[in-house]
């Protein structure tokens, strides 16, 4: 018999401290993707989607995937972004499913509700009722809920921060659906939670805690009725109840024993929450440097941690920038650099052209300096469309909008419209700009950036500008979540 799975994937990571919202149109300039253009657009990369099909294919699942759809990380979700998104699951799940499966990120945020997957699962429910096996794949910076974990059998998350296994992940979590639609396991998740927003040693699973506790947990997972053990670092810029990091334990039972497994390991998220994996640089730290590096060793990779776009900062931070030009740095470049205006107005002149403008920091001068006055030349303008070569973007297509290339005193600046972060060597090749000749790579990513930039590096530093994503948390008016909170009071 072959098994009927509805499938869907609705994404979002939303930073409540950012001021603009996710409307459908952010989807759109992501990826709104109807059934099988998802699946020839992501259906052979690393996407849960392929993960999904590859199981499927196995099991000869008949797979009816209704939508792709996945925003940069933003501001709160708009309803009407949200029920037109659902709206697309919810029609199509009223029909006689052997299970479902749902990748969704797990930090969603909208303007009507704090736990955007809680209430996708709960509107779900309300028409395949309580029964039906829903598997879910999340990204580690979930803020899993206790209505998520209540309202799917399975919950399972990416390992790796940079996120390289989420088409692994995907076939984790399909191999259990089968087992549960097939009657072999009956599965649940239990959450264990830690009231952090830091999240779990910056999520870093390339060194750190971490790595004990992804072998522990695959260690767990070979004991009978326990199938998936997830450690989910969390998404700190979120004013919810249910910020931070969790354990999902998906098992058989509500059982001493696998409670003792999850409050392991997530008590040893809080007794090591001390240890910082980074040392975050000022910027001008960081500029000096920048300034005396050697370009024989290697490219300096300089990351913004603080204005990374993937974490829903605006991307327009210009305080590294302006440190770079006080130290005269040359042989740069720095991106990206989000300013839909600048970008437009510099694809009106022609490569070669001497212009003069005000760039970036017009969104919050507060985090991360205001605009720069700068004269520059042009070096590339058209279309940001980019397809990746790396190990999480290889084969997958992002568009920056409108983009260009200005020079400015020894710094190529990557000037773009829609705000993505820097994880992908083609997200500047495809400028002409070569990162693994310059002296100097200035970009905007907290560490998924490491994937594809450390195989060139000859070092690696990490600045926190003082942009949205700043860890100085004190400077965010957090209100919804509990308190005492490490490290705002603990
Ligand atoms: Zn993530």
Redesign the pocket.
Known sequence: MSFKVLSAEISH?TNTFNIHPTTLRCFQDRYLLKGDQAIAARGDQNTELAGLLDVGHDYGWLVNHVISAAAGPGGKVTREAFDTLVGSLLSAADKDWDGIFLML?GAMVTDFCEDGEGEILRQLRTIVGPDLPIAVTL???ANATTNMCDLAQILVS?TT?P?IDIRATGRRAAELLQRTMSGDIQPRTLRFHQPMLEEANG?RTDLGPMIERHALARAYETRKGVYAISINGA?PCADIAEVGPTVLVTCDGDTAEHRAIGSTLSKDIWARRHEVLNTYMTSAEAAQIARDWSTSAGPLIVADYADNP?AGAYGDATGLLSALFATKVRDACFGPLIDPAAAAYLNTHPVGAKVTLSLGGKTAPAFGGGPLELTGTVKWTGDGRVVGSGPILGGLERSFGPTAVLHVAGIDILVVTIAHQMLDLKQFETFGIDPARKSVVALKSMQ?FRAAFAPIAGRIIVCDSGALCTLNYGALNYQNVPRPMFPLDI
Do not use: R
């Open positions: 990571e990120h990204d580690p910076h990416f921060y996120h999520g998404f993937g998924h």
